[in-house]
C-alpha cells in the first residue's frame, strides 16, 4: 500500500513544501524564489492548477498548468504551459511524472482547453504525450568587425530604466497581435521574467517622433486579421464552409487574405526605408528586401483569381493537371467557350498585374539589375507552392525573366530614353507578361497534354496580356506631355 501513487490537487499551506520538492529536483534557483514566484506571487496560477502525487503520505512531485494565453494568428486564445514537472530523486522512475502529466490533461480535456505549451527536459519523455517542437535556438557567433556599418545605429541607445520600461511594454503589446507565440504578460511576469533578469539592453527610437516604436502598418494587418478571424468563425458558424471558388471570395476570407497583404505592404515601406537609410541603390540586402515583399504582395494580390490563372487552372489543355486537384471537380467547362472566356481573362490580369508590379518599382525605386528576376520568380515559386502539380510551367517565368532583365539593362544604359524616359517600362510592361505565357503554351504543348485551345486563342491571348499591361503600365508611367500638362 505505501507504494501506490496517489494523485491530487494542491492543498492550501502546501507552498513551502513543494518549494522545497521543486528546489530538491532541479538544484537551480532558491528556495525562497520558488516559493514566491511559482505559489505566491503568481497570477496565472490557482492551487487547482497544480497537481501533486504522493507515496506512502509524502510528496513525490507534482507539476503545475500555468493559465496563459497566446497569440494565434493574432488572436488571444488560451493555453496552459506546463511548468515546474517536478519528482525528488528518491521516487524516480516510478511513473510519478507520466501521472502527472495525465492529470493536467484530463484538467484541460475538462475545461476545454486544446493547447499547452512547455520546455522539454527531455524531448522523448513528452513526445509519447504528443508534444513536438516548435521552436529552435540557432546561436550564431560572429566577430564584431565583419558586421556591415550601418546608419541605423545613431537611433539605437541604451535602455534606460526605470523609464523606458512604460513604453517597452507598450511596444510589446502592439506587436504580439501581429504574430503567433507570444504570451499575455501580466504586470508580474514584467517584473520576475523579464526586467528582474534584464541588466542592461538597446531599444530603437524613431527619429521622427523620438519614440521607441515599430512597424505601425505590419501591426495594423496583423490586428485586422486577428478580427477577420474571429469574423470567419462567425461566419463558418452561421453560413456553413464554403468550397471552390466562393472559398476565394467569401467576405471574410477576404479579410483574412488582404489583411495580410496590408501586413506584406508594411514590411515593403519598412523595407524600402531601410534600403533608403542604409545607402539606397548600392544596397544589395535593401534592394532584394524590397524585391521579395513585392513578389510577396504579387501572389497576396492574385489570390481570388486562383481558378482563372493559367499557372493554377490550365483551360487551355482542357484541365490536364488542375481537373485531378482537390477543389478543382466543381469545374464542368473545360473545353467550352466558358473556359476559353475565363482563361483569356485570367491571363489579361495577371498581364495587367505583373507589369504595374514590375515597372512602377523600377521607375519609383530605380531598383538594380536582377529585380526583375527577383519578383517575377519568387512569385512563380510562391504559385508553385501554392500548386505544386504546375511545376512544369516554372521554365516560363525564368524565360521571362531573362527578357525582362536584358531590356532592363538596355534601358538603365541609355536605351529609349534610359531609365528617365517611358518607352523602356513600356516595352518591358508588354514583354514580361506576354513572353511568360508564351512559353507557358510552349511547354503546355511539350509537355502537358497539348493545346486544346485553336491557334488564333493561344497565339492573341499572350499578345492581349501583353498589351493591356502595357496600357495599365502606361497609366501609371504616363507620357512626358502628359505629365507636364
Do not use: C
Not at 530523486?89 to 493536467?104: H, Q, Y
Not at 480535456?109 to 508534444?131: D, Q, T
Not at 488542375?322 to 469545374?331: S, Y
Not at 513600356?426 to 503554351?441: E, G, H, K
Amino acid at each position: 500500500m505505501t507504494d501506490r501513487l496517489v494523485l491530487r490537487t494542491m492543498r492550501k499551506g502546501e507552498e513551502e513544501i513543494l518549494a522545497g520538492t521543486g528546489f530538491r529536483s532541479f538544484r537551480s534557483g532558491e528556495r525562497e524564489l520558488w516559493l514566491r514566484n511559482v505559489y505566491q506571487d503568481n497570477p496565472y496560477l490557482k492551487p487547482a492548477d497544480t497537481l501533486v502525487v504522493t507515496i506512502g503520505g509524502k510528496v513525490a512531485g507534482h507539476a503545475s498548468g500555468y493559465r496563459l494565453r497566446m497569440s494565434l494568428a493574432g488572436v488571444d486564445v488560451p493555453v496552459r504551459g506546463i511548468a515546474a514537472v517536478a519528482v525528488v530523486p528518491e521516487f524516480r522512475r516510478r511513473g510519478v511524472a507520466d501521472l502527472l502529466m495525465k492529470g493536467l490533461h484530463r484538467q484541460m480535456k475538462k475545461r476545454g482547453e486544446a493547447l499547452s505549451m512547455l520546455y522539454a527536459f527531455r524531448m522523448s519523455f513528452y513526445r509519447k504525450f504528443g508534444y513536438g517542437v516548435v521552436e529552435w535556438a540557432d546561436h550564431v557567433k560572429i566577430a564584431p568587425r565583419r558586421l556591415p556599418a550601418s546608419p541605423l545605429r545613431r537611433n539605437v541607445r541604451e535602455l534606460l530604466r526605470p523609464g523606458d520600461q512604460p513604453e517597452v511594454e507598450k511596444v510589446y503589446e502592439r506587436s504580439r497581435h501581429a504574430g503567433t507565440g507570444m504570451f499575455v504578460r501580466a504586470e508580474a511576469w514584467w517584473r520576475i521574467r523579464v526586467w528582474a533578469r534584464a541588466h542592461e539592453g538597446v531599444v530603437y527610437v524613431d527619429p521622427a517622433t523620438r519614440k521607441i516604436t515599430g512597424y505601425a502598418l505590419v501591426i495594423l494587418g496583423g490586428a485586422v486579421f486577428g478580427i477577420g478571424g474571429v469574423l470567419d468563425l462567425a461566419w463558418h458558424n452561421a453560413f456553413g464552409f464554403e468550397v471552390g471558388h466562393e472559398a476565394l471570395v467569401s467576405p471574410t476570407h477576404l479579410v483574412l487574405i488582404y489583411s495580410s497583404g496590408v501586413g506584406v505592404t508594411g514590411l515593403l515601406w519598412a523595407a524600402v526605408a531601410w534600403r533608403r537609410r542604409a545607402g539606397g541603390v548600392g544596397t544589395l540586402a535593401g534592394n532584394a528586401a524590397v524585391a521579395l515583399s513585392l513578389g510577396l504582395l504579387l501572389k497576396v494580390t492574385l489570390f481570388a483569381f486562383l481558378y482563372s490563372l493559367p499557372f493554377s487552372t490550365d483551360y487551355a489543355s482542357e484541365g490536364t493537371i488542375a481537373r485531378n486537384l482537390f477543389g478543382f471537380a466543381g469545374i464542368g467547362a473545360w473545353a467550352d467557350m466558358t473556359a476559353q472566356v475565363a482563361g483569356t481573362t485570367g491571363m489579361i490580369l495577371y498581364g495587367i498585374l505583373l507589369a504595374l508590379f514590375v515597372t512602377v518599382p523600377l521607375r519609383r525605386l530605380r531598383l538594380p539589375a536582377g529585380a526583375i528576376a527577383t519578383i517575377v520568380l519568387w512569385t512563380a515559386a510562391l504559385m508553385w507552392v501554392a500548386t505544386p502539380e504546375f511545376w512544369i510551367y516554372l521554365p516560363a517565368a525564368v524565360a521571362a525573366a531573362l527578357v525582362g532583365e536584358t531590356l532592363w539593362m538596355l534601358v538603365r544604359r541609355g536605351a529609349w530614353g534610359g531609365s528617365d524616359g517611358r518607352v523602356g517600362y513600356w516595352l518591358i510592361a508588354f514583354a514580361v507578361p506576354a513572353t511568360q505565357l508564351y512559353a507557358y503554351f510552349a511547354l503546355m504543348a511539350a509537355f502537358s497534354g497539348g493545346i486544346s485551345w485553336s491557334t488564333a486563342l493561344w497565339t492573341g491571348a499572350p499578345l492581349l496580356a501583353g498589351i493591356y499591361g502595357l496600357i495599365a503600365t502606361a497609366f501609371a508611367i504616363p507620357p512626358r506631355f502628359a505629365e507636364e500638362s
